[in-house]
């Protein structure tokens, strides 16, 4: 049996927002306990990620899921077949303050490895807007194929930059000269759907450099910003892989071109 995968994560991504909609700004103060990706659980996290898969369930699929709420989940009797890796609700905080900028991101592959990513979505579930990307086959952005930004002028570049956390001060002083460089700096709370930003050219760049990024969270704008053409590496350089685990971090930079990327990449060093 074949199976129709871009009209179940579509169908996925309408879930999870009918759910997710009621729950948006209540600040619900409430734990629910500790998920597999190490950060508090909310009834908001948790609906979004029952309503994911309710669907695939739905469709008697037989599924590895690997959540950065319940952790891994074999599914069926073939779940070798399928790894789906998931968050299901990107931006937690943004979702309970009511700051509209939200998204699920769903990855298929064949192998629990970043880089073995077949199928991805990723959709904000504020404004429905839901970017796709198959392999081999280009990212879309509602249908409508996206490109990267060319822009190469760091001055006037609009740059995400991640310092979300506790103590950033280690970070921080790795970002100063990169910092010093830039005028348009962003940090928007849902790095799945910032990263497409870089993949449809709505931002330049996406530096998360604090190695506190669960891969859960961009495995599938790994794939959409590699099929729009856009570059995302290590702080390194170097090619970026993972295994694709709930506790596995990441650390990159992503660009919407070659000349703006070895910019960043040199005022990171
Ligand atoms: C968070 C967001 C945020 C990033 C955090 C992530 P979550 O995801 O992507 O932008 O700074 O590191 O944990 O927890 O809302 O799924
Ligand atoms: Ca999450």
């Not at 919407?256 to 990327?261: E, I, S």
Request: with cysteine; net charge positive; glycine share 8%.
């Amino acid at each position: 049996m074949k199976i129709e995968w871009q009209t179940i994560l579509n169908e996925c991504a309408e879930k999870i927002q009918e759910k997710v909609r009621p729950l948006f700004r209540k600040r619900e103060t409430r734990s629910l306990g500790v998920g597999a990706g190490g950060d508090e659980i909310k009834r908001i996290d948790l609906a979004a990620e029952k309503a994911l898969m309710d669907v695939l369930n739905k469709h008697g699929i037989s599924y590895t899921l690997i959540s950065e709420e319940s952790g891994i989940k074999k599914i069926g009797n073939c779940p070798e077949q399928f790894y789906i890796t998931v968050d299901p609700l990107d931006g937690s905080t943004n979702a309970n303050r009511g700051i509209p900028f939200i998204a699920t991101s769903i990855a298929v592959s064949r192998k629990p490895e970043l880089s073995s990513v077949e199928l991805a979505l990723v959709s904000d579930l504020y404004h429905k807007i839901t970017y796709l990307a198959e392999q081999g086959k280009g990212a879309f952005r509602n249908k409508i194929a996206i490109i990267p930004s060319k822009f190469t002028g760091l001055m006037d570049a609009v740059i995400g930059v991640d310092l979300h956390t506790y103590r950033a001060t280690e970070t921080a002083a790795k970002l100063t000269s990169l910092v010093r460089e830039i005028k348009h700096l962003r940090h928007l709370g849902a790095n799945a759907l910032e990263l497409c930003y870089v993949a449809d050219g709505t931002v330049d760049a996406f530096v998360d450099i604090r190695g506190k990024l669960r891969v859960t969270d961009m495995a599938a704008a790994y794939l959409i910003l590699k099929e729009a053409g856009a570059i995302i590496t290590t702080m390194e350089g170097k090619a970026l892989n993972a295994q694709l685990d709930p506790t596995q971090k990441v650390s990159f930079v992503a660009s919407g071109n070659p000349t703006l990327h070895k910019k960043i990449l040199s005022l990171l060093k």
